[in-house]
């Protein structure tokens, strides 16, 4: 922050604390009081005492940020091309547009860098500190921060704010972005309706998240949906929507509330559709559960290719306990999931849709047998042929996917 832009944000932070007001409820007074302080301080600096204001507009948009925002960080945040922003010193401050990454000439300190963070972090009601030295949160823009701090990290505070995406709402938009075939989109929408049980899967940054939103606002409107996630980062659109986080333990160490007990508790709360953000570790076994009762669901899950998705969540309820096998929950896993989809962040930073899956609820020598509906061809998506195994639901629902996959 430049020495105008400190200076007055410090006379507005005195005029605040005069006044007894709350800037961050009330943003026109915010504008006013940073307005009328940049106006008081050029007529000052004209005299030669103090550095000359440049850009008035601009110094009141850094002002309000340092005041009301997030300081340095809330012009990325603004620009709606940025993805990401990471700090990995506080000198050392990248952004991501369309998935590439550049350094960005911003230099902070590491007490800038605390700041920023706690701001970050009030309306969260989450901590880090040396007996919680990682931290997930999400941002009130729907953005979700991640911080890292010594000695974890070696001598820095490490920051990831991942952005939230107002701009991708339906199947339609991802259509029109490229990122999926009209077809291969026509054929999720039915399966949503359909009351499929849908695992999306990709690497990190893939668009899992994103996909994900928009396949559940194709969802029927009458549908109540119950949402879990480690951290809020699923924005719906339906009406009836009930969203569920983790809570860290509090500094006694009591009081965490898990993916697992979040999960027991969403079954509690009459879903229509069950949705859990991301499956890591034992609450995968959670899932495989109510799905199995019928409860319609869908999530996602990190793997390098659709069939690893589903390996992997054969593998990961094994963790939940020494009671847990494979006989178990292989053949679950076979029956529970109807649709894998993969998503892949390509070369040139687009995130694209290249596979999809079908089980077909079968087991031969404890793999699951799979049809491949859609796959990736001379990088195009495109129908193979294959068709769901399972029929009852689309039967139940009254629609035929073959009206779809035969175009």
Known sequence: MNDPVRLIADRVRDRVRRDGVDLTTDAP????????????????????????????VRTEREVLASLTGFGPLQPYLDDPTVEEIWLNAPDRVFIARDGRSERIDLALTDAQVRDLVERMLQASGRRVDVSSPFVDASLPDGSRLHVV?????????????????????????????????????????????????????GATQSGKTTLLGALLAAARPGERIVTVEETFELDLTATDVVSMQCRQPSLEGTGEITLRRLIKEALRMRPDRLVVGEVREAESLDLLLALNSGLPGACSIHANSAREALAKLCTLPLLAGRNIDSSFVVPTVASCVDIVVFCS?????????????APTGSVTGGVIEASQVFATRNGELVATGGYPAKRAKFEAAGLDPAVVLAR
């Open 149 to 201: 701090i010594p000695d974890v990290t070696r001598a820095h505070w490490a920051v990831n704010v991942r952005k939230f995406s107002q701009r991708i709402r339906d199947l339609g938009r991802l259509v029109a972005l490229g990122s999926i075939t009209r077809q291969a989109a026509e054929f999720l929408r039915m399966c949503v309706l359909a009351n499929q049980n849908v695992l999306i899967s």
């Open 29 to 56: 007074r915010a504008m006013a009081y940073a307005r009328d302080e940049v106006r008081r301080y050029s007529e000052h600096a004209l005299g030669g005492s103090l550095p000359l204001v440049a850009d008035e």
């Open 345 to 357: 962040l390509e070369r040139d930073g687009r995130r694209r849709v290249t596979e999809i899956l």
